[in-house]
């Protein structure tokens, strides 16, 4: 067999920028040999910041870049700050909290910038400016006014292996058979985020800064008693245990959802009774939760919107609360997972939706027509149902659409129709036809965009205006690229949903040329 090349180690290596992913960037020159010219290398890092001089040992290589671990410090950035939580550089989920959040969203707004530019081919003004030649505005990236306590809701997964760090390994009793060792402690169970790269084992987490502080002890409790009470942690690879996952809700009005997966075994009775008997314990512990369910889940993943979920105490959904609408969210439904900030964002798309055009005239003549794509449980239709003659909005998830009409509902809002099925398959010519060409189209897809026949039927509608709010920009480019075939970007606004992480929402809005 062939030996491999070991990979290098690059020393006294300056990191120069944020990459994709929450990675820091550095470019190595490689000196020529054998007459070969010399050459750039990129090369990815996790866990750095800009300004960092460090020495690099390549874990991975490519022909044009590589990614790297740093295995020394010579000398941290300015730019660092120290992180607020214990598992940092471990878990994945806050790669950013070593940045200041003023140089975080910084460089954010850049990122959106950049993949615009860059993979849409669109040309815009520098942000924070307005192009003088026709308008175009790329406006400051809005911040979140919390970094930390933001989010609403959080899933932990529950295994029966955990993961250990290097220094935990490194503080493992040495004795023969270290391997057994090791091994005994990985197998000890645990409640916590998986690990890239190790799907079945999960980190264990103590305390998380994301949500309000209860969280934390709901999820403590619920470990520590299924510890006790030698409850099974779920197995992902061999598909056995009756504990599985732990998802936390809460609303700004004060109420919190948990709902907790179990997988029953062929003794469904016994592992049903033992499953209530923590759910007894939580509601006993925890009079906070308003909404406890659970579900048995006997698929290979944790979803579970295509299986009933059973309601233990109390209702089957919280209310949030925005402006003056009050919005149903159940355990299947989506809802921006920061609530505060996402008023913020919504009432970017209200404004750019609603703003006059170039002519200075108003699409629909002031009583348009609005279509909510992807409407999720009706928030954006609802939201802006006052401004409009009708919204029709346009939705996957079956209950989310339920939860949308009765969003209407409660909120007294009769202008607005909602569907559910696969935006491609219901977003038709006939529909449009059936239900009246739109004026405004907003849309807010998934990460993965929209279809292309979803494009396509845009581009027939032709409505005055287009809101396309995006969580991914990347894919946003690739869409707005055709829709500037017709359109012409007026407004773009980054708004910053999530601290500490490298994701970004960004409003673009479109007016027909």
């Not at 490194?170 to 690990?195: M, R, T």
């Not at 009005?253 to 003794?267: N, P, R």
């Amino acid at each position: 067999m062939r030996r491999k090349k070991p990979l290098p180690i690059y020393e006294n290596v300056t990191i120069t920028d944020v990459a994709a992913e929450g990675k820091s960037l550095a470019r190595i020159t490689i000196p020529s040999h054998d007459g070969t010219p010399e050459s750039q290398l990129v090369v990815f890092v996790p866990w750095c910041v800009p300004g960092d001089v460090v020495d690099l040992q390549i874990r991975r290589k490519k022909h044009s870049f590589a990614e790297a671990e740093a295995i020394k410090f010579h000398k941290y950035s300015e730019l660092r700050t120290v992180p607020k939580c214990q598992h940092f550089g471990v878990c994945g989920g806050c790669k950013w909290q070593n940045l200041p959040y003023g140089e975080q969203i910084r460089f954010k707004q850049q990122q959106v910038y950049d993949q615009l530019t860059r993979i849409g081919h669109l040309a815009l003004p520098q942000p924070g400016t307005r192009s003088d030649a026709d308008g175009m505005e790329f406006r400051n990236i809005l911040g979140s006014e919390n970094i930390f306590c933001y989010r609403n809701k959080l899933d932990f997964g529950c295994a029966n292996k955990r993961y250990l760090t290097r220094e935990e390994i490194a503080l493992l009793p040495k004795q023969s058979g270290d391997g057994d060792v090791v091994e005994s402690a990985k197998n000890a169970p645990a409640v916590g985020f998986h690990i890239t790269g190790a799907f079945d084992k999960i980190l264990p987490i103590e305390k998380c800064h994301l949500m309000d502080d209860l969280h934390n002890r709901i999820r403590n409790a619920i470990r520590d008693y299924a510890t006790a009470n030698r409850l099974t942690f779920f197995d992902l690879r061999e598909q056995h245990g009756l504990l599985r996952d732990i998802i936390i809700r809460n609303s700004n009005s004060g109420e919190w959802m948990v709902i907790l997966q179990f997988k029953f075994s062929e003794d469904a009775a016994a592992d049903k009774a033992k499953a209530e008997q923590l759910l007894a314990y939580v509601a006993e512990k925890f009079p906070q939760i308003t909404s406890l369910m659970y579900v048995d889940n006997q698929k290979c993943n944790d979803t579970f919107g295509d299986l009933p979920v059973n309601l233990f105490k109390g209702k089957d959904h919280i209310i949030e609360k925005m402006e003056d609408l009050q919005f149903k969210v159940g355990p299947k439904s989506f809802y921006q997972t920061n609530t505060e900030q996402a008023y913020h964002l919504y009432s970017v798309v209200r404004e750019l939706a609603f703003m006059p055009l170039s002519d200075g005239s108003r699409a629909g003549e002031g009583s348009p027509k609005v279509y909510d794509l992807y409407t999720g449980t009706g928030t954006i239709a609802n939201f802006v149902a006052h401004e409009a003659s009708k919204v029709v909005g346009i939705e996957y998830v079956p209950e989310a659409i339920e939860d949308a009409k009765i969003n209407s509902q409660i909120n007294n809002i009769g202008n607005t129709e909602f569907f559910a099925g696969d935006m491609k398959d219901i977003l038709t010519d006939d529909f449009i036809a059936a239900h009246g060409t739109p004026d405004i189209i907003i849309t807010d897809p998934p990460r993965a965009g929209m279809h292309p026949d979803v494009v396509k039927t845009i581009l027939n509608a032709s409505p005055r205006r287009i809101v396309y709010v995006s969580c991914n920009p990347a894919t946003q480019a690739r869409d707005l690229a055709v829709l500037t075939e017709k359109y012409s970007i007026r407004v773009v606004q980054p708004v910053d949903m999530f601290p500490h992480t490298p994701h970004v929402e960004n409003v673009v809005m479109l007016e027909k040329k």
